[in-house]
């Protein structure tokens, strides 16, 4: 039991990234579903599924015949300890748009991008290249 999901389900990844696995399996909990949605949209996993009640499978995407992984890098940003809010206005931006940065906001879980386009800041949760 954890008290921060999110920062499992960025764990999860990471580790099934360092040992080349195709899938892994994560906590089934909203903010991650979101999370994992985003993920998807932006090509950085292949897909997922809803596994049973508890858990998601994820589908890790790689490149090449040595299978690069396309994750490079995955930060967690706000932690429960610290919680790190900025304006839209003051998102930061990652390897000069290569990279995302995903937000809490009062419109739910959006990337960098999205929530400029919308002009809503919020809780910078994590940040992906």
């Known amino acids: 039991m954890s008290n921060d999901s999110i920062s499992d ?45 508890k858990h998601f499978i994820i589908y890790l ?21 610290r919680r790190v809010y900025t304006s839209y206005k003051e998102i930061p931006s990652i390897l000069g748009g290569l990279g ?3 937000l809490s906001t009062s419109k739910g879980i959006l990337t960098d991008r999205e929530a400029r386009f919308q002009g809503v800041g919020g809780e910078v949760l994590c940040s992906i290249w």
């Open 9 to 53: 389900v960025l764990t999860q990844i990471r580790n099934a990234n360092l040992i080349k696995s195709l899938s892994t399996l994560v906590p089934n909990t909203s903010a991650n579903y979101q999370i994992l949605r985003i993920l998807q949209k932006e090509g950085f996993i292949k897909s997922f599924n809803i596994l049973s009640k």
């Open 100 to 102: 995302i940065v995903i």
């Open 61 to 81: 995407k790689y490149t090449g015949r040595n299978r690069r992984p396309i994750l490079t890098n995955m930060r967690r940003i706000s932690k429960p300890g």
